[in-house]
């Protein structure tokens, strides 16, 4: 085995040269960790290249490091082996270019509507504050509710307004967690429409966990199918559905199925 | 509950005890336990000669200042604890040692340190609010969801826009509830200060009635006083917890 193979095989960033459209590059990523003299190991050799606007879902069994690698990317757990680079610079940190929304509701309950949504804008000047208030409470359809606080709000209202938050600093990505994971079915799907429909008009970048295969099949541009623990990514599957997505479409329930084979799924319950 | 019914209510069964009070007084044809009537002259007495008022004022100002220089120093150093994990190791065991010693064990130590007066009784109250002040904010602090603090981290703030704006916020429910109990606390103690340490105030005057001239109606006066001023205290501090910013951190029926 030559050195030259060797690097080709240990760094995935290099192996695929990060051509213009590369927004996130994930290369030999190994997460491990200790506790009490234990250690789990969570994340085993992980490759990921994502591009700029993607909308890439992460899709794996409860517990296998979905969550754990998306707090690596986001900057806020090392990994314990491997890089990780966005616009070709290594992740040293959380970084208000790309926001994190947790998957229990992080909006801040002290603060109004308004308040939440702003909370990241103090370093722009009052007016322009304003400005990106009142479009983003439109655009997550909380009007009329910018003085009330989160415990008057309802959870998908919640959702909303944690999203509103982090699209007001206009970030270039977006990390969410199994953001509807608490809401009801109903909301849920709305909730999907509202984010492709954001997706759409701001072209962020999208990095989307959940362990809903439906929900994955609907969002992504590709689903990154994780295994289960030391999580390896077992494939990548192209959804090459344009939206608005049909979800009784001959492909979409080809694609599902695929999906539910890959996780090792009965197609019955 | 409809508005009238929260007066009506409390009223009526006012008025209950206070009937029982009066056919017990009868019953038992006590002459020492004063009838509400009495009671209640005792206290015009008081008022007359001008040391209610005064009485009144004097307790208040020693728990206001013992308690304010507990918050002075209890809310900073609870934060402290609260943020460096290797203080709060270091000095809780001792501050949950100190803290179910009763501020009255305390007297004869504050006697020693500031002699008869005032300051002694400062001295205890401030005892008494420090502990519960600094232990609710220690653990507000230590409590803030994680997530809280990296979603603060995550739009680019300071540490020191992490504490005023994140920290801060999302502990003061606790911090206020800490300050509740605290005046419960300093309440309670204020009284018991008085009938040791000093010779004004509403601990003193109930002390002295009894010893000076066996005056059980200025007793009882004295004792429905202290347990009114405590009320109107604690809805006064309740009023802190119905603010809107706040509201959230507790929970309301
Ligand atoms: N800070 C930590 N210390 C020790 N172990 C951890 C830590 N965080 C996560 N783990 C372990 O890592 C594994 C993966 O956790 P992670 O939260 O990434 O899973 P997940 O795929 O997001 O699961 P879910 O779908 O249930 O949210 C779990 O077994 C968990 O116990
Ligand atoms: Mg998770």
Request: proline share 5%; aromatic share 8%.
């Amino acid at each position: 085995m030559g050195p030259r193979r060797l690097e080709l095989t240990l760094d995935h960033c290099v192996s695929y040269p990060a051509s213009n459209s590369t927004k996130l590059c994930v290369s030999g990523v190994n997460k491990t960790f200790r506790r009490d003299g234990k250690s789990v190991h969570v994340l085993e050799d992980i490759d990921l290249t994502v591009r700029e606007g993607e909308f890439v879902c992460i899709l794996g069994p409860s517990g296998c490091g979905k969550s754990t690698l998306l707090n690596i990317v986001g900057g806020f757990t090392t990994a314990t082996s491997g890089r990780v680079e966005i616009d070709g610079e290594p992740v040293r940190g959380p970084d208000p270019r790309r926001i994190f929304v947790f998957q229990e509701r992080g909006v801040f309950p002290w603060l109004t509507v308004e308040g939440n949504i702003s909370f990241g804008l103090f370093k722009l000047p009052k007016h322009e504050r304003e400005r990106r208030v009142s479009h983003y409470v439109h655009m997550v359809g909380l009007k009329g509710f910018e003085q009330s606080y989160p415990h008057e709000l309802s959870g998908g209202m919640k959702q909303r307004l944690e999203v509103a938050r982090a699209l007001a600093v206009n970030p270039d990505m977006l990390f969410l967690d199994e953001p509807f994971g608490a809401l009801d079915s109903i909301t849920r799907l709305l909730m999907r429409g509202e984010l492709l429909r954001i997706w759409q008009a701001e072209r962020k970048t999208i990095l989307f966990v959940t362990h809903d295969i439906d929900e994955s099949v609907q969002l992504a541009d590709r689903v990154v199918v994780m295994s289960a623990r030391p999580a390896t990514i077992r494939t990548i599957i192209d959804i090459d559905i344009p939206h608005p997505r049909e979800l009784s479409s001959r492909r979409y329930l080809e694609l599902r199925d695929g999906l539910l084979d890959e996780i090792g799924l009965a197609h019955k319950v | 509950m409809k508005p009238w019914e929260r007066i009506a209510l409390p009223v009526a069964a006012g008025a209950v005890i206070v009937a029982i009070w009066i056919a017990a007084v009868h019953v038992s044809g006590t002459t020492v336990f004063p009838l509400p009537q009495r009671v209640l002259a005792g206290t015009q007495e008081l008022a007359g000669k001008g040391v209610l008022g005064s009485y009144v004022r004097d307790s208040l100002m020693r728990v206001g200042a013992g308690y304010l220089l507990a918050l002075v120093a209890g809310i900073p150093l609870g934060i402290a604890l609260g943020w460096y994990p290797l203080a709060a190791r270091s000095f809780n065991p001792l501050i949950q040692m100190l803290r179910p010693i009763s501020p009255l064990a305390w007297i004869p130590i504050s006697i020693v340190l500031f002699g008869v007066g005032d300051e002694a009784a400062v001295f205890l109250i401030f005892l008494a609010s420090f502990f519960p002040i600094v232990t609710q904010t220690m653990n507000g602090v230590k409590e803030v969801p994680e997530m809280f603090r990296l979603a603060g981290l995550n739009f680019g703030l300071s540490a020191a826009q992490l504490f005023r704006r994140v920290l801060f916020p999302a502990a003061l429910p606790q911090i206020v509830m800490g300050l509740r109990i605290a005046l419960g606390i300093a309440w309670l103690v204020v009284v018991a200060a008085e009938m040791i340490a000093v010779d004004s105030g509403l601990g003193y005057l109930i002390i002295d009635a009894r010893n000076a001239g066996k005056r059980y109606d200025l007793v009882v006066a004295g004792m429905l006083m202290i347990g009114l001023i405590g009320l109107a205290l604690d809805t006064a501090i309740r009023r802190l917890e119905t603010l809107r910013a706040l509201r959230w951190g507790f929970r309301h029926e």
